[in-house]
């Protein structure tokens, strides 16, 4: 895992933009098209907006994926799809077809089985999404994998949705699945057997809130039941966190 610190946010923005348009480049270079998966939350927001002023960007080779959604219709103020899309699709030349968001409007076990069904048809034939954008919450979660969910340890299925259960649409492993935030807050998340399918995982993460899971994430026992995102730990793949001042005020 690399720590990317930086002073301010415009700076942490400016570099997560040029990181993610170098993946974009590498990958349609090398296999002709961009799988992307995006986060929701705030820190990303920014990002997102500054994404959508680049130029040149490969937007007719790439694919975008969500992390997770809220159990809302796609126009609710709480909808990632939402967020993602005033931030960034409606203003760049992106193919609706390529964007594949999660049905919050559904009821959530047909969203996740669907979705499920699209991961396991991009994902299915060794192939692999080329960059995860992540945010991390102040308990440390990822996605919608929260401390204590059942995801951690690939139990995927559950005969009911609820608590912490998860769905697994008839399988191990699932790619999708519909969750309770710990609010009770319904939503659809990927799994960590999608999620650690990525070449490249960038974990933002930003404000003095987040400086104590910070530490105890990057440096502290591995424990993912506690610390979700420790998983990345464990990730095959690259990982880089991009971590403004505030957030790494607690690092070594
Ligand atoms: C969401 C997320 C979630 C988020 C973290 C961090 O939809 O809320 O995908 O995992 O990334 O909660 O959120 P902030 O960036 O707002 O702190």
């Not at 919050?104 to 076990?109: F, I, L, Q, S, T």
């Not at 048809?121 to 192939?127: I, K």
């Not at 608590?163 to 710990?182: E, I, M, S, Y």
């Not at 990927?190 to 400086?211: I, M």
Request: glycine share 10%; charged share 20%.
């Amino acid at each position: 895992m690399h720590v990317r610190r930086f002073d301010g946010s415009s700076a942490l923005v400016a570099a997560a933009v040029r990181h993610v348009r170098a993946c974009a480049e590498c990958a349609v270079r090398a296999r002709g098209e961009f799988l992307l998966v995006l986060s929701g939350g705030s820190t990303p927001k920014p990002v997102y907006e500054a994404l959508s002023r680049v130029r040149g960007f490969p937007w007719a080779a790439t694919h975008v994926f969500f992390g997770d959604e809220r159990v809302v219709p796609p126009a609710d103020a709480a909808s990632n799809f939402r967020m993602v899309n005033e931030a960034l699709l409606a203003h760049v030349p992106i193919d609706p077809a390529r964007i594949h968001r999660m049905a919050g409007e559904a009821d959530p076990m047909s969203a996740a089985s669907a979705y499920d069904a699209l991961l396991r048809a991009t994902l299915g034939a060794g192939a692999a999404f080329d960059l995860t954008l992540l945010g991390m919450g102040d308990d440390g979660h990822i996605a919608s994998i929260f401390p204590g969910s059942p995801l951690i340890h690939g139990e995927g299925a559950a005969s009911g949705f609820g608590g912490q259960r998860a769905l697994a649409p008839g399988h191990d492993h699932a790619f999708a699945a519909a969750v309770r935030a710990p609010s009770g807050q319904p939503r659809i998340t990927l799994t960590p057997a999608a999620l650690r399918q990525s070449r490249v995982t960038s974990v933002l993460v930003s404000g003095a809130g987040k400086a104590s899971m910070l530490r105890e994430v990057l440096t502290g026992p591995v424990d993912p039941t506690q610390r979700p995102a420790q998983l990345l730990r464990q990730w095959p793949g690259r990982v880089t966190w991009f971590v403004d001042r505030d957030a790494a005020v607690r690092l070594p």
